[in-house]
Structure formats: structure tokens, C-alpha cells
């Protein structure tokens, strides 16, 4: 007569093992989902690289859209403040900045683009000097160079946006390709490693079909 109890089966779903086996059971019982998101990541990723400038007019398309809800949203908040005799004012003028901010995206989308090109670029020269300030006040065995080495290329980097953010979008556009990409096809893997291990389950711990 056999002594192995339910919790010797290593397939069985025990809940008092925490939530890792109901993770691991979520995720190996939609494993297709998993797949279809990182086919839908690779299918991004190659568009991005093939066609960047149309990838960077996407994104500046959909932050027009959000900003303009985003200006309706807070419109619409006004409004109600105003009639319940709260301060409205600022949520006006936020709602009419997002609404003017989303027009603006919308009918000049290479000005969006090369504006927030150049804040990276602001950004970037910013760390740049801050790494560099920061690298002659450590100790040398400390890392003084590489500290030093990163805050030049962080300014090399930030000065090369401001004089070429066209082509700087460009790379941008690149950049989000190519992680979409390599995301996707990790995701792929993931999925079907799942799937196999769908697959080693006995039947009666397969998932119900509703």
C-alpha cells in the first residue's frame, strides 16, 4: 500500500506553499497569452527598426491622444469644481495646457519629437556634470575613471542630440525596436518552456475547458 499523500505529488496545487505555485500556475496554464504578447513585441520590434521615423510619429500620435483626454479629463473636473464653488482654476489651465500640448502634437509632430529629444539631451548633459563632479571627490580605487569615463559620455551623448535630434530620434526609434525585439522573443521562449511543462501534467491537473 502506497504511503505518498497528496503533498508528495509535485504537480498538486498546494496552497500552503505561498503564492509562488499559484504564479507558477497562472502562468503555465495562459502560456499562449505570454506568446502572443511576445509575438506582438517581435512584430513591433521589427517594425521599429525597418521604419523608425513611422514608429516615432506613432508614439508622438498616441502621447497627442493621451494628452488630449488627459486636458478633457481635467476640463470636465473643472467644471464640477466650479459648481460646487471649490478651487477650479488649476485644473482648468492644466486641462487647457494638455488640450493646447496635444494640438500641438498633433499638427506639428516633428516639433514634439525634436522637444523631447532635447530633453534627453538636457537631461543627459546634467548627469554628464554631476558624474564628472562626483568623479574627482571619490578616491581613486573607487572607481574615480569609470565614474569620470560615464560622465563624459553622458555629455559626448547629450551634446550630439542637441546638434543632431532629428538623427537622435532616429537611434531613439532604434533603441525601443530593438528591445521590443530581444523582450519578445524572451517572452516566446518563456511561453513555450511553459507549454512543455503544461504538457509533463498528468491529466487530472490539466486546466478545466469551460
Not at 558624474?131 to 569615463?149: T, V, Y
Request: net charge positive.
Amino acid at each position: 500500500m502506497s504511503t505518498h499523500t497528496a503533498t508528495d505529488n509535485p504537480y498538486r496545487f498546494n496552497p500552503s506553499s505561498g503564492t509562488s505555485n499559484v504564479l507558477n500556475r497562472a502562468l503555465r496554464d495562459n502560456w499562449w497569452l505570454i506568446a502572443l504578447r511576445g509575438l506582438l513585441g517581435v512584430i513591433f520590434g521589427v517594425v521599429a527598426l525597418l521604419f523608425p521615423g513611422a514608429t516615432i510619429l506613432s508614439l508622438v500620435l498616441l502621447f497627442s491622444a493621451y494628452m488630449l483626454v488627459d486636458g478633457l479629463f481635467a476640463t470636465v473636473a473643472a467644471v464640477r469644481a466650479a459648481r460646487e464653488r471649490a478651487r477650479w482654476g488649476y485644473l482648468l489651465l492644466q486641462g487647457i495646457a494638455s488640450i493646447a500640448t496635444a494640438v500641438i502634437a498633433f499638427l506639428w509632430p516633428a516639433i514634439t519629437v525634436v522637444a523631447f529629444i532635447l530633453l534627453i539631451a538636457a537631461w543627459s548633459i546634467v548627469s554628464g556634470c554631476l558624474m564628472l563632479s562626483a568623479a574627482f571627490r571619490i578616491d581613486e580605487r573607487h572607481g574615480r575613471w569609470w565614474l569620470a569615463f560615464g560622465g563624459i559620455l553622458s555629455l559626448v551623448y547629450g551634446v550630439l542630440l542637441i546638434l543632431a535630434p532629428l538623427l537622435g530620434a532616429l537611434v531613439l526609434a532604434w533603441w525601443i525596436g530593438a528591445f521590443s525585439l530581444v523582450f519578445g522573443v524572451a517572452l516566446i521562449i518563456l511561453a513555450f518552456r511553459l507549454r512543455r511543462r503544461l504538457r509533463t501534467l498528468p491529466p487530472g491537473m490539466l486546466p478545466q475547458q469551460t
